[in-house]
């Protein structure tokens, strides 16, 4: 896990972080009261010139100016569907601002508010590691039988590995069919970089056993296994996790079932395997917005995803009663990154003519990782 979450929003840099630098440029202060007015003129200045994506992570001062809101791949998607738009503002993180400039034109330029909105999870597996990874794999004999399989949720480069390699992404939606069409092309997987949606998605949706399972750490010689467990494994699961999801645990299921009686416990396959199995529902986050939606009037859910999401859904549904799983407060520190002063001085940048923190990934990254986004797209 990097130390960005220990920054100061919006200032100083992390080095070690996936792209952490700090943010150039003046803000304006988080307290100057004309910020929703700044950037609702600078929006209307750039009309159909700007799209504004937004995570269901981030805040609600930032999603308010959203021209759309979604997960990563659907916002990736909407980046796709407009090419008119030069301008792509992307209220997210890191990945997925490049998922949207590797799906996008070459003329249209991705903007992340603030470079240092990285993602713990995608930083947990570079490309180094992952490299490093695959020659164990061939010197254990077993590379061929592999197929790597990487979850949305990773930088360019590991995308762009996983394309080279004949794999494919996947998201939390389609993880089961990714998997599926992956076993059909070897008898083994590499599954990253969440170790929790791998392990999810294999033994509660494939039948797949724990002991099928083995955890490649990429800090340890080997990745911590012998060659027989590589061998005798059918699912290789990188060592990465949310550090947002993998902080619920059986405590909080219990907890708060002893204190909401008859709630219902929905949680994200990002959360660890003893949550999931204790919960009454698991799901993506579109997943878990559509449950709540059509859930009836009067019943009571417990939510193990982002908080801003939560809050959000407990907002806008105040016939039901809507808790956070944990009793411990906490958002996703790297999307909420992503503030008002950020956005109104991309805003303000843009609509004075100057594209400031733009994410850009390289043409042969963005051909390998466009080749991995594509097997996707072409999942049975
Ligand atoms: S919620 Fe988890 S996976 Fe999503 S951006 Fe934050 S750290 Fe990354």
Not at 36 to 60: N, P, S, T
Not at 154 to 178: L, P, Q, Y
Not at 237 to 256: A, K, M
């Amino acid at each position: 896990m990097t130390t960005s979450s220990l920054l100061i929003l919006g200032r100083g840099s992390d080095p070690a972080s996936e792209r952490g630098v700090s943010c150039p440029g003046e803000l304006p202060p988080a307290s100057d009261p004309t910020l929703v007015e700044r950037a609702r003129v600078a929006k209307a200045a750039l009309g159909d010139r700007l799209f504004v994506l937004g995570h269901h992570y981030q805040r609600d001062e930032v999603i308010q100016f959203a021209d759309v809101t979604g997960d990563s791949f659907k916002l990736a998607q909407e980046a796709a569907a407009r090419p008119d738009a030069p301008y792509i503002v992307f209220c997210g993180v890191h990945f997925m601002a490049e998922s949207a400039d590797i799906l996008t034109t070459p003329d249209q330029r991705v903007v992340l508010p603030d470079l240092a909105a990285g993602c713990s999870m995608a930083d947990m597996a570079t490309y180094d590691q992952v490299e490093e990874c695959w020659e164990v794999l061939e010197d254990a004999g077993i590379a061929d039988d592999v197929v790597p399989v990487t979850y949305m949720n990773s930088s360019a480069d590991i995308k762009a590995f996983v394309g080279r390699h004949g794999g494919t992404v996947c998201t939390s939606s389609n993880a089961r069919r990714a998997l599926e069409w992956a076993y059909s092309k070897g008898s083994k997987v590499l599954f990253l970089p969440d170790q929790h949606l791998g392990r999810n998605t294999a033994v509660l949706e494939m039948g797949l056993s724990l002991d099928d399972c083995v955890v490649y750490g990429p800090n340890r010689p080997g990745g911590g296994l012998s060659t027989a467990e590589l061998r005798d494994a059918s699912m290789i699961l990188w060592r990465g996790h949310c550090s947002v999801h993998g902080r619920f645990s059986l405590d909080s299921v219990e907890d708060v079932r002893a204190r909401i009686p008859g709630v219902n416990v929905l949680v994200h396959p990002e959360c660890r395997h003893e949550v999931v199995r204790a919960a009454d529902e698991v799901g993506s986050t579109e997943y878990i917005i559509r449950a709540i939606e059509q859930a009836p009037s009067g019943s009571a859910w417990a939510v193990g995803t982002e908080l801003n999401l939560v809050k959000r859904l407990a907002a806008r549904h105040p016939d039901k009663t809507i808790a956070f799983l944990d009793k411990t407060v906490c958002f996703c520190s790297t999307m909420n990154r992503i503030d008002l002063p950020h956005l109104v001085w991309s805003l303000e940048s843009l609509a004075g003519g100057e594209v400031v923190n733009q994410i850009t990934v390289d043409e042969e990254t963005a051909r390998y990782a466009r080749a991995a986004l594509d097997q996707m797209l072409a999942l049975p």
